[in-house]
């Protein structure tokens, strides 16, 4: 088995090489981060999802790196043109050590 620090390193690079840019703007106002994001829309058949948070459902994954501090529910990522409101942030740990942060967002909340 890989330890856990290339496992990390692998997580995040693949997350780089295949996640988009965006922009992180926090609600409480601090700075805003430019950072790559993961976007991925949720299956129709994905019935969990869809019933929490509706059919046009969005999950969007950023490094835990690249904040540096957790997120806040209302947190907004400009991405793709659009501005996704999250409305739930998941962390995700690699062998007990966070590697990022998964956002749940409803779709765009500009339009």
Do not use: C
């Not at 692998?10 to 805003?32: D, E, K, N, Q």
């Not at 950072?35 to 994905?46: K, Q, R």
């Amino acid at each position: 088995m890989l330890p856990v620090a290339s496992l990390a390193a692998a997580y995040s690079a693949t997350l780089r090489r295949m996640g988009g840019p965006a922009t992180f703007v926090p609600v409480a106002g601090g700075a805003s981060v430019d950072l790559i994001a993961g976007f991925s829309s949720v299956a129709p058949t994905d019935a969990e999802v869809v019933n929490a948070y509706g059919i046009g459902a969005k999950i969007i994954t950023v490094l835990a790196v690249d904040l540096g501090t957790a997120p806040d529910k209302f947190d907004r990522i400009q991405m793709h043109g659009a501005t996704y409101t999250v409305d739930t942030w998941q962390p995700v740990y690699i062998a007990g050590v966070l590697v990022s942060y998964r956002g749940f967002v409803r779709g765009p909340s500009d339009g």
